[in-house]
């Protein structure tokens, strides 16, 4: 079964919410409180990790299962994935620009 529509409309729009927040991820990151507890020794794969966890936790969990009644199907998953693949140049860029500020 793949996704329907809407759908993707809504995981294309998670997608550019979590990209939105990554410069405000990043600013977190550097929080001289926080530095010590985390103990990132890549900012930015750990902000590229931290974004596509969000992306699927939320898009899977908190609107695929309220809405559909059901876990995605591997089918589903695979296709999820390719979405978010695909966005993986914009991800990238939006994190080397917020790691460079």
Do not use: C, W
């Amino acid at each position: 079964m793949d996704l329907k529509g809407k759908d993707k409309a809504v995981l294309d729009t998670m997608i550019n919410d979590e990209i939105a927040k990554i410069p405000g991820l990043v600013g977190n990151l550097r929080l001289p409180e926080l530095n010590g507890i985390f103990q990132i020794k890549d900012e930015s794969e750990y902000a590229y990790g931290y974004t596509h966890g969000s992306i699927i936790g939320k898009f899977e969990t908190y609107y695929f299962v309220a809405h559909s009644g059901k876990k995605p199907s591997g089918p589903e998953v695979d296709e999820i994935a390719k979405i978010i693949f695909k966005k993986t140049s914009e991800i990238r860029d939006a994190i080397i620009k917020a790691v460079g500020q």
